[in-house]
């Protein structure tokens, strides 16, 4: 219970916000959202409160220093409301998780008591920050200024949105979106940093060049300040009719594939690599849209030269040590053959290097350019006959600096293609749980290593034949094959990483893409020669299956 004289908002004052920051520590480790749930949080401060008056609505967005007790500091985002009365009620019965505290406002008239809570799950609320941006309110903190704008050719899409019913999207894991009916999304990024979000970035760009396969981007927060860069805080998009993401479509069609006992072979009804290969084109006409020149020095595309492949090498060889590392730390916690697996990737860490050595010996020519940089089929939009590719803010563990980076964009390709592993290996656990899954057991392995190959050729067949001769891929198929093991090589440990942190259950899956890509190093080939072979650099080449426990 927090008390507080006159008004809510005094709780943020400077003798009065530590009741609030002691409640914050446990509200992040429960929210979503945080990402530091792997660290030990040493003490969370108030850094910045901006209140929000729009109208009859009062919020307050907060900065959040969360220190830990091993590295560097975050910064995270919360806003804040109060609701007394009926609202609270419903607030309390409908987002409980949104509640940071009970509050009482001791006033000369008596006491009222209500909720602090995210104002996000308030309908009111979201909706009065939505119309902050449309109509580009500015909002004055003690050290810096929130400012809103908005895209005028798109004023008419925020308009349609006065009256529509807000709902908090569930499937959001490092930020909180809300949806406005069927016209606009408004994203809240969580954790902050100063410098353009690249979701915002290129979200611009791609609106501004006429990219059909993304949301539009109709608007922004942005918080400034005159010692540091202005940082992205929100962004509004038009919202997309679809039917899910591309990682619950594909689920569905493999638990489809692999419900179909006709045989061992995959299913000859399977539509699945038809639409594997058009996201291979919508991927590919991403790239080229965002390899278009322009006077943004942030987006000119750049030659790659023996520096950048240096670069390139030395991070990733940092990537795979620290995964590596990580893993021998934790392999106890591995049971059955994610143990035994992880042993032999930890015995085959020479081997991993060495591969990292590639593109500096060959020095290839490639133009990098900006990228999605995270991308996976929770990044895609399914409509029912087409894709959209969405959230370009890249992976949120990695600095602002790293994902606003250009790279050669077959680490798009290769982030796809470790989605289209773990769809597999998620699809043939969930199969293992069928009453005949043991008489079907190496039926279902069959159909899973022919459904991921037949999948990664499709994808790899059309976004070659989309990008063609394009300046940000090697021609020379041995360098895309070295560049591409690389990436995916990458991927992996990052997953890794991510895994044994997060889901330790799951870390069997980039166990074994890495423990495949070993084992297939030496079998190299990639589409868009003028006799296309298979490439098992997937981490499924040999494909067994997931582990018991994934």
């Given at each position: 219970?927090?008390?507080?004289?006159?008004?809510?908002?005094?709780?943020?004052?400077?003798?009065?916000?530590?009741?609030?920051?002691?409640?914050?520590?446990?509200?992040?480790?429960?929210a979503?959202?945080?990402?530091?749930?792997?660290?030990?949080?040493?003490?969370?401060?108030?850094?910045?409160?901006?209140?929000?008056?729009?109208?009859?609505?009062?919020?307050?967005?907060?900065?959040?220093?969360?220190?830990?007790?091993?590295?560097?500091?975050?910064?995270?985002?919360?806003?804040?409301?109060?609701?007394?009365?009926?609202?609270?009620?419903?607030?309390?019965?409908?987002?409980?998780?949104?509640?940071?505290?009970?509050?009482?406002?001791?006033?000369?008239?008596?006491?009222?008591?209500?909720?602090?809570?995210?104002?996000?799950?308030?309908?009111?609320?979201?909706?009065?920050?939505?119309?902050?941006?449309?109509?580009?309110?500015?909002?004055?903190?003690?050290?810096?200024?929130?400012?809103?704008?908005?895209?005028?050719?798109?004023?008419?899409?925020?308009?349609?949105?006065?009256?529509?019913?807000?709902?908090?999207?569930?499937?959001?894991?490092?930020?909180?979106?809300?949806?406005?009916?069927?016209?606009?999304?408004?994203?809240?990024?969580?954790?902050?940093?100063?410098?353009?979000?690249?979701?915002?970035?290129?979200?611009?760009?791609?609106?501004?060049?006429?990219?059909?396969?993304?949301?539009?981007?109709?608007?922004s927060?942005?918080?400034?300040?005159?010692?540091?860069?202005?940082?992205?805080?929100?962004?509004?998009?038009?919202?997309?009719?679809?039917?899910?993401?591309a990682?619950?479509?594909?689920?569905?069609?493999?638990?489809?594939?692999?419900?179909?006992?006709?045989?061992?072979?995959?299913?000859?009804s399977?539509?699945?690599?038809?639409?594997?290969?058009?996201?291979?084109?919508?991927?590919?006409?991403?790239?080229?849209?965002?390899?278009?020149?322009?006077?943004?020095?942030?987006?000119?595309?750049?030659?790659?030269?023996?520096?950048?492949?240096?670069?390139?090498?030395?991070?990733?060889?940092?990537?795979?040590?620290?995964?590596?590392?990580?893993l021998?730390?934790?392999?106890?916690?591995?049971?059955?053959?994610?143990?035994?697996?992880?042993?032999?990737?930890?015995?085959?860490?020479?081997?991993?290097?060495?591969?990292?050595?590639?593109?500096?010996?060959?020095?290839?020519?490639?133009?990098?350019?900006?990228?999605?940089?995270?991308?996976?089929?929770?990044?895609?939009?399914?409509?029912?006959?087409?894709?959209?590719?969405?959230?370009?803010?890249?992976?949120?563990?990695?600095?602002?600096?790293?994902?606003?980076?250009?790279?050669?964009p077959?680490?798009d390709?290769?982030?796809?293609?470790?989605?289209?592993?773990?769809?597999?290996?998620?699809?043939?656990?969930?199969?293992?749980?069928?009453?005949?899954?043991?008489?079907?057991?190496?039926?279902?392995?069959?159909?899973?290593?022919?459904?991921?190959?037949?999948?990664?050729?499709?994808?790899?067949?059309?976004?070659?034949?989309?990008?063609?001769?394009?300046?940000?891929?090697?021609?020379?198929?041995?360098?895309?094959d070295?560049?591409?093991?690389?990436?995916?090589?990458?991927?992996?440990?990052?997953?890794?990483n991510?895994?044994?942190?997060?889901?330790?259950?799951?870390?069997?899956?980039?166990?074994?893409?890495?423990l495949?890509?070993?084992?297939?190093?030496?079998?190299?080939?990639?589409?868009?020669?003028?006799?296309?072979?298979?490439?098992s650099?997937?981490?499924?080449?040999?494909?067994?299956?997931?582990?018991?426990?994934?």
């Amino acid at each position: 219970m927090l008390t507080v004289k006159d008004h809510w908002e005094r709780l943020f004052e400077r003798d009065t916000v530590g009741a609030v920051e002691a409640l914050l520590p446990s509200a992040l480790l429960s929210a979503r959202w945080y990402g530091g749930k792997a660290r030990t949080i040493a003490a969370v401060h108030v850094k910045e409160t901006i209140p929000l008056h729009t109208g009859a609505h009062s919020m307050v967005l907060i900065f959040m220093d969360v220190s830990y007790k091993d590295g560097g500091p975050e910064v995270y985002t919360m806003v804040l409301t109060a609701s007394f009365g009926e609202p609270a009620v419903q607030i309390q019965q409908a987002h409980p998780e949104a509640v940071l505290a009970e509050v009482t406002i001791a006033g000369l008239s008596g006491d009222r008591r209500g909720l602090l809570h995210d104002a996000l799950s308030d309908h009111a609320c979201a909706g009065a920050l939505l119309y902050a941006i449309r109509q580009e309110n500015r909002f004055q903190g003690e050290n810096g200024t929130l400012l809103a704008s908005s895209i005028p050719a798109f004023s008419t899409a925020l308009a349609e949105t006065a009256s529509a019913e807000s709902f908090v999207m569930q499937g959001e894991q490092s930020n909180t979106s809300v949806r406005f009916d069927r016209h606009a999304i408004l994203k809240l990024y969580r954790r902050f940093e100063p410098g353009l979000n690249p979701d915002l970035e290129i979200g611009r760009v791609l609106t501004a060049r006429g990219y059909a396969h993304s949301p539009a981007v109709l608007g922004s927060l942005e918080y400034t300040r005159p010692d540091q860069q202005p940082g992205t805080v929100a962004i509004v998009s038009r919202f997309v009719e679809n039917q899910g993401d591309a990682w619950r479509y594909t689920l569905s069609e493999l638990d489809a594939e692999l419900a179909d006992g006709s045989g061992s072979a995959m299913s000859a009804s399977s539509a699945y690599p038809d639409a594997a290969a058009l996201l291979g084109r919508r991927t590919a006409e991403l790239h080229i849209a965002l390899a278009q020149h322009t006077a943004d020095p942030v987006f000119v595309p750049e030659p790659c030269n023996l520096g950048y492949w240096q670069s390139l090498r030395d991070r990733m060889i940092r990537s795979v040590e620290d995964a590596l590392a990580l893993l021998g730390r934790r392999i106890q916690d591995l049971h059955g053959q994610n143990r035994q697996r992880a042993t032999l990737v930890l015995e085959s860490k020479a081997i991993l290097l060495s591969r990292l050595e590639a593109p500096v010996k060959r020095n290839p020519r490639a133009v990098r350019i900006r990228c999605h940089g995270d991308f996976h089929l929770g990044q895609v939009l399914y409509t029912g006959r087409d894709f959209v590719i969405i959230d370009f803010e890249g992976e949120p563990a990695r600095p602002l600096s790293e994902r606003r980076a250009k790279h050669v964009p077959i680490v798009d390709v290769a982030g796809m293609i470790r989605s289209f592993h773990y769809a597999a290996s998620v699809a043939l656990d969930r199969a293992g749980n069928r009453p005949d899954a043991d008489e079907r057991r190496s039926e279902l392995e069959q159909r899973m290593k022919q459904w991921y190959q037949a999948v990664m050729e499709a994808f790899l067949t059309g976004y070659a034949e989309t990008a063609g001769k394009a300046s940000f891929l090697p021609q020379k198929s041995e360098d895309r094959d070295l560049l591409l093991d690389a990436y995916l090589m990458e991927k992996a440990c990052y997953e890794l990483n991510y895994e044994l942190n997060n889901r330790p259950s799951w870390a069997g899956i980039p166990i074994n893409g890495l423990l495949q890509l070993i084992q297939t190093m030496d079998s190299e080939c990639w589409v868009g020669d003028e006799s296309p072979t298979q490439h098992s650099n997937g981490g499924v080449g040999e494909y067994t299956g997931s582990d018991d426990d994934c």
